[in-house]
């Protein structure tokens, strides 16, 4: 494993191209974009504000920066870095910025939600879509990118409109029977919209491309409901994280539940691993408490830290939340499928220190991980089952069906893991801090351990 | 009581009356002195004592009737007051008695009252017991429901607390909105929107856009079925892999199930079962060249399949109890004694392996005693010692043993030939002496014509006739030696030349040899042929023989052969 030296970065703006060949990173104004491999600066481009959205068109051709505050997009092409081009909102202002699938439209919401702005770069029209809905994920593209579910609220009722991507030509437009619909999801074979409402209520409703009401799933009633939900990379299963603390799988012929996880804060289960993090502090000789060696050893007060194999049963730390805050920490918020559909992984905000790692083919959970601090990010690799994960502090820790592993990020100054992401090819993890990004290079010939 | 005791007082008057007949009785004329002293002591007894009948004339005919009405009157008095008392005690009695039936009858009610408080009692505690189990029964619904409120509560405060901060934001929008409206009324200067590009970029995928057309929603329409329709297609023709792979198993179930019922021919039904299962399976494939998804088919294979599936499990329940009735008479067969013998021979080859198995435990730890004491050097010196120690005292005393040995063997050797010499020198005078005799004999029988030569011839003739004998009576030497030694002994000089018989020759002589004569010389031990140790002694001894006694040996082999 090697990592790269540390670049500066801001708003945790890094992103690499979906050709997997080039890393793009905004620093204030500044967009740079680097060669991967090389992390040599490729272009270098200034924008007019402070950036604070960025994004890869999915060619890998365009980049947009949008600065919300100015309500300006700034669009750059690696190809002509002369090439510019500047939308601006005007006085409506700007909310969230994005790229349609097919790299050439620029979909912006306005300030208040009142619309969706569709530019086009190869026309330069203009499209405006009415009653967007404000909530937790109110547009989707199919994986295919050829429709685009967008949630609309008018008169007080929830709807969904579905465009094809290709003029934005309006499919369907149909009703949903949600209270306060918060979300919606295509499924990964593009057939299937999944569609959940607010947590006051338990519901998801499965509708098919046609806008065909195929199935309604609500598990209980009056407590919290749906706190997140995923589609598994074969879109065979449907997972539900809710605030009840269990994760309900229902499966796509039959669209009723399966199984469900639930995530107790006793582990009796002799089948699964419980990995635990140890800290071993290194012994200070007072002797040795120099300048030179407090200046030098900045491995001195970094922690060794290792994964110990705990025998069930075992307890985990509960953070019990407050009960009058709305929103309280309790239930699965993080859901996540590795890209062979085999596992998932789940995170109970209960217990946030601790990633659950479930067997799907079994049913059955296979891995506990319980660090020392919450757990900020996991992601899979792209490629293989293997599962990333930070928790704020210098440690990179991996786990994959054979074991898990705990490795320091070598950086001077202490480089503080705040987010990762994977790059497309799972050969290299990129490393997001406060103010700084650092990459993972995996060996990946030999097996990690 | 009182009508009994008026009765006696009624009574007592006309026994009064007809007692005055009686005290007539009692007193008459001659007895009246015995009458007043007796009426007088009554009277005092009584307590009257100073009222006292008199006699008014001595002799007591009459008496004085002063003192006759005093004591009378007394007495009524006493009487009356008698009677008082006794009128009161009997009122009193009344009394009593009625306050004890008063008493009694009170008793008894307050029993009764008793019994039935007790009874109501006991009654209402079964009423107390009822109504406390029921009390404990509402508490607990009681608890659960308000556990159950207190869910709802807590749901309802979450779900509050959930609307009011969405409440509140939308409240902070709308609040912003309108701001933003007030500024934009003001302002009036409206940014307008605009976007600055260099040059148009091309699509995508390189083609042209396309005018909007009702051909083209259609065509997006088409587009959209069709990808429904593909995925569908493809879930369905997983679906029907899916389905087809289960019926094939389920008929694989179903003939296997079918194969192993049938076999048995004492089972009608089931031969039956298979000539019907034939039928169906014909049926069935028939059917699956149809249609797979057929209802009906699928019907009938379940159905066929749970059929035989509760026929195996019978089939297995009989044989289940078939083969619990053979391990109860498996003492009575034939295989019981195989399976003894079997038995038996199973625990000998195991005893044999136990003790296999302990000698060659047995043998370990020998071995390693052995090599562990090999190990500790010192120890292993010492017990070396101890061995060698033990085996140099063996040696030692078969060292001694050896050396008694030896000395009782010199000792018998000289006592010998000792006993020899002395047998020798007896021998060379008799020999002399026979010799003589002979001489003596001869000259007196014979001319002497050469004294020397006869003598020597004699000599020669007997030697040679002596050696004769000797030759016969010795065994394994050599005659010519010997008889050139006796030659030598002929000469009266001693002969340098002439060689010490060795001490087997003087022993074979002897007869002291034991391959010979070991019978003969009970006394004698044995005698270890290759002594060589005192042969310097023997030589000085037969030389000393050689002298003048070898005529012994002569005379001796004589002698024997004569004996």
């Known amino acids: 494993m090697n990592f790269s030296e540390v670049f500066k970065q801001s708003n945790q703006l890094c992103k690499v191209s979906p050709d997997g060949k080039y890393l793009a990173t905004c620093v204030q104004y500044r967009l740079v974009v680097r060669d991967v491999e090389t992390l040599q600066i490729l272009q270098l481009y200034t924008c007019l504000d402070q950036i604070s959205h960025m994004d890869w068109s999915s060619d890998s051709l365009f980049i947009l920066c949008a600065m919300y505050k100015r309500g300006l997009v700034q669009v750059w092409s690696l190809e002509q870095p002369d090439w510019h081009c500047k939308i601006d909102e005007g006085s409506i202002g700007l909310v969230s910025s994005r790229w349609s699938p097919d790299g050439r439209h620029i979909l912006n919401t306005t300030e208040f939600h009142l619309r969706v702005t569709v530019w086009s770069l190869c026309t330069k029209a203009v499209s405006y879509i009415k009653y967007p809905k404000a909530c937790q994920k109110g547009i989707d593209f199919s994986r295919d990118g050829c429709y685009m579910a967008l949630a609309e609220r008018r008169d007080c009722k929830d709807f969904v409109s579905v465009f094809v991507c290709d003029d934005w030509h309006l499919l369907r437009h149909f009703e949903t029977e949600t209270q306060d619909l918060a979300g919606l999801e295509w499924s990964p074979n593009g057939c299937v919209l999944a569609v959940w409402d607010s947590c006051l209520e338990y519901k998801v409703l499965l509708y098919s491309l046609d806008g065909r009401l195929l199935s309604t799933y609500s598990a209980y009633e009056w407590s919290l409901g749906v706190k997140s939900v995923t589609w598994s990379p074969s879109s065979q299963f449907l997972a539900i994280g809710s605030y009840d603390e269990k994760v309900r799988i229902l499966n796509h012929i039959t669209w009723k539940k399966i199984t469900q996880f639930e995530h107790p804060a006793t582990i009796n289960n002799t089948k699964a691993v419980v990995y635990k993090e140890v800290v071993k502090r290194p012994a200070v000789c007072s002797d040795d408490l120099s300048l030179h060696n407090i200046t030098i050893g900045n491995t001195l007060f970094n922690t060794q830290s290792k994964y110990e194999i705990c025998p069930t049963p075992v307890q985990l730390p509960v953070v019990k939340p407050d009960p009058d805050r709305a929103n309280p920490k309790i239930g699965i918020s993080t859901l996540a499928f590795s890209s062979d559909s085999r596992y998932l992984a789940t995170k109970n905000d209960n217990m946030a220190s601790v990633v659950w790692v479930w067997d799907v083919q079994k049913m059955s959970l296979v891995a506990v991980l319980e660090q020392t601090t919450a757990v900020r990010c996991f992601q899979w690799d792209p490629r293989r089952p293997r599962l990333a994960l930070c928790t704020g502090n210098t440690k990179l820790y991996l786990w994959s069906p054979a074991g898990c592993v705990s490795v320091q990020v070598p950086t001077e100054g202490g480089f503080q893991v705040q987010s990762l992401n994977w790059h497309c090819s799972g050969d290299s993890l990129i490393l997001l801090g406060k103010e700084q990004l650092c990459l993972c290079y995996m060996d990946n010939d030999q097996e990690d351990k | ?563």
């Open chain 2, 1 to 563: 009581m009182s009508p009994s005791r008026q009765n006696n007082l009624v009574s007592s008057l006309p026994l009064s009356r007809s007692s005055y007949n009686v005290i007539s009785a009692f007193c008459t004329e001659d007895n009246m002195p015995q009458c007043i002293s007796y009426i007088n002591q009554e009277l005092d007894s009584l307590g009257l004592c100073s009222t006292r009948i008199e006699a008014s004339s001595p002799g007591g005919a009459t008496i004085n009737t002063v003192s006759a009405l005093n004591a009378m009157y007394e007495i009524m008095t006493i009487h009356r007051r008698n009677m008082c008392n006794l009128e009161e005690l009997e009122k009193d009695q009344l009394k009593t008695s009625s306050n004890l039936d008063h008493i009694q009858m009170n008793n008894s009610r307050l029993k009764d009252q008793l019994e039935l408080s007790i009874r109501e009692k006991s009654g209402l505690h079964e009423t107390e017991r009822q109504l406390q189990l029921k009390i404990k029964t509402l508490q607990s619904c009681l608890k659960t429901e308000k556990d159950e409120v207190q869910k709802l509560q807590s749901i309802i405060a979450s779900r509050a607390s959930q609307y009011s901060h969405d409440a509140k934001r939308k409240e902070r929008e709308t609040a912003k909105i309108k701001e933003r409206l007030n500024q934009l009324l003001v302002d009036r200067k409206d940014k307008k929107l605009a976007m600055d590009v260099l040059n148009s970029v091309g699509r995508s995928d390189g083609k042209r856009s396309h005018w909007k057309t009702t051909k083209t929603t259609a065509s997006h329409e088409g587009e959209m079925y069709k990808s429904l329709l593909n995925d569908y297609e493809v879930s369905q023709r997983s679906l029907m892999l899916e389905n087809a792979e289960l019926k094939k198993v389920l008929q694989q179930m179903k003939k296997e199930m079918i194969h192993i019922l049938s076999p048995r021919p004492s089972r009608d039904d089931s031969r039956d079962q298979a000539e019907s299962d034939g039928e169906e399976k014909v049926g069935d494939s028939s059917r699956e060249t149809l249609d797979q998804s057929c209802e009906q088919a699928r019907e009938q294979l379940t159905n066929s399949i749970r059929q035989q599936w509760r026929k195996l499990r019978n089939h297995m329940e009989k044989l289940d109890s078939q083969a619990s009735k053979v391990q109860n008479q498996m003492e009575s067969n034939k295989e019981v004694v195989q399976r003894e013998t079997h038995e038996d021979e199973m625990e000998r080859m195991r005893r044999e392996v136990q003790q296999c198995k302990e000698f060659i435990h047995a043998q370990q730890q020998l071995l390693q005693q052995q090599l562990h004491t090999s190990f500790d050097d010192e120890t292993a010196a010492l017990l070396n010692d101890c061995y060698t120690l033990e085996e140099k005292e063996r040696l030692k005393e078969e060292w001694r043993l050896f050396e008694d040995q030896k000395r009782n063997f010199e000792r018998e050797r000289k006592n010998f030939t000792d006993a020899a010499i002395r047998l020798g020198r007896e021998k060379k005078a008799f020999e002399e002496d026979r010799a003589s005799w002979l001489k003596n004999q001869f000259l007196n029988m014979t001319p002497f014509t050469d004294r020397r030569r006869c003598s020597s011839s004699d000599g020669q003739s007997a030697l040679s006739i002596r050696s004769e004998p000797e030759m016969r009576m010795s065994s394994t030497k050599s005659p010519p030696a010997k008889s050139s030694t006796y030659a030598a002994f002929s000469t009266p000089k001693p002969t340098q030349s002439a060689t010490v018989p060795s001490t087997t020759e003087l022993y074979r002589t002897l007869r002291l040899i034991p391959d010979s004569s070991s019978s003969r010389h009970s006394k004698r031990g044995c005698w270890p042929e290759s002594s060589t140790i005192e042969d310097g002694d023997f030589r000085v001894k037969s030389n000393r023989i050689r002298c003048g006694d070898l005529s012994i040996f002569s005379l001796g082999g004589d002698e024997n052969s004569l004996t």
